[in-house]
């Protein structure tokens, strides 16, 4: 089983920068990939960001150049860097981890942070 607790959220303006931190505990030694997701409201959940035990990352095309997933050790937590922010960026945003343990795998969800970019 693993833990996850979000932070940092809030508002911030269009254009602006925030940074989201996910901490994990329980069973961290098993997570093989940590990543980022967002749901507004009357949306799917989407992924924005994912990043691997060995630092492969990946990013939705909407944030690409403009966000920055950081993750270096399963016992630290994962960041997201949020720059030049767009009301669209807005949403909770949720923190997952996914785990391996032999051949079985899992996956563990935040309870999500509001995110709202607007002046």
């Known amino acids: 089983q693993v833990q996850l607790v979000e932070s940092g959220g809030g508002l911030v303006q269009p254009g602006g920068s925030l940074r989201l931190s996910c901490s994990a505990s329980g069973s961290t030694d098993s997570i093989i990939r940590m990543g980022w997701y967002r749901q507004a409201p009357g949306n799917q959940r989407e992924m924005v960001a994912v990043i691997t035990h060995d630092g492969s990352a990946g990013y939705a095309e909407s944030v690409k150049g403009r966000f920055t997933i950081s993750w270096d050790s399963p016992r630290n937590p994962m960041y997201l860097e949020m720059n030049s922010v767009k009301p669209q960026d807005s949403g909770v945003h949720y923190c997952?981890?996914?785990?391996?343990?032999?051949?079985?795998?899992?996956?563990?969800w935040g309870q999500g942070i509001q995110v709202t970019v607007s002046s």
């Open positions: 997952k981890a996914e785990t391996k343990l032999g051949d079985y795998r899992d996956n563990f």
